[in-house]
Nanobody, 127 residues
C-alpha cells in the first residue's frame, strides 16, 4: 500500500521559515517523480514545486522561486520543501504527490500527472 505522509506544517510569522517533509512507503521511491501542491478554500489546487526521479531537475511556480527549495533523499524515501521568507499568501494546505516515471530527468507540474497524494499539512503565515 502506497502512502505519502506530510509533516512540518504550522503557524509562522511573515518572513519566517518552515521545512515540509513527505515520507513515503510502499513504493520504490527512486523510481518516482515528486511534487508539492497547495490549496486554499475556494481555490483550485496550485502547483508549487516538482523534482525529477533523480533529483537533478526541479521546477517552481514563479511566486515561490528564490524562496522555496524542493529536494529529495532517495535513501530515506523522503521529499522535502524548504520554505523561507514566507508570506501570508503562502498560507494553504500543502500536499505532496508522487508519480512513477520511466525517465529519470523528467518532472511534472500538472496535478493530473500524479496518481498518489498525501493527506496534506497546513501552513499558516501571519502578517
Amino acid at each position: 500500500q502506497v502512502q505519502l505522509v506530510e509533516s512540518g506544517g504550522g503557524l509562522v510569522q511573515a518572513g519566517g521559515s518552515l521545512r515540509l517533509s513527505c515520507a513515503t512507503s510502499g513504493l520504490t521511491f527512486s523510481l518516482y517523480a515528486m511534487g508539492w501542491f497547495r490549496q486554499t478554500p475556494g481555490k483550485e489546487r496550485e502547483f508549487v514545486a516538482a523534482i525529477s526521479r533523480s533529483g537533478g531537475r526541479t521546477a517552481y511556480v514563479d511566486s515561490v522561486k528564490g524562496r522555496f527549495t524542493i529536494s529529495r533523499d532517495n535513501a530515506r524515501n523522503t521529499v522535502f520543501l524548504q520554505m523561507i521568507s514566507l508570506k501570508p499568501e503562502d498560507t494553504a494546505v500543502y500536499y505532496c504527490a508522487a508519480t512513477h516515471s520511466w525517465n529519470g530527468g523528467v518532472y511534472y507540474t500538472s496535478g493530473s500527472a500524479y496518481n498518489t497524494w498525501g493527506q496534506g499539512t497546513q501552513v499558516s503565515v501571519s502578517s
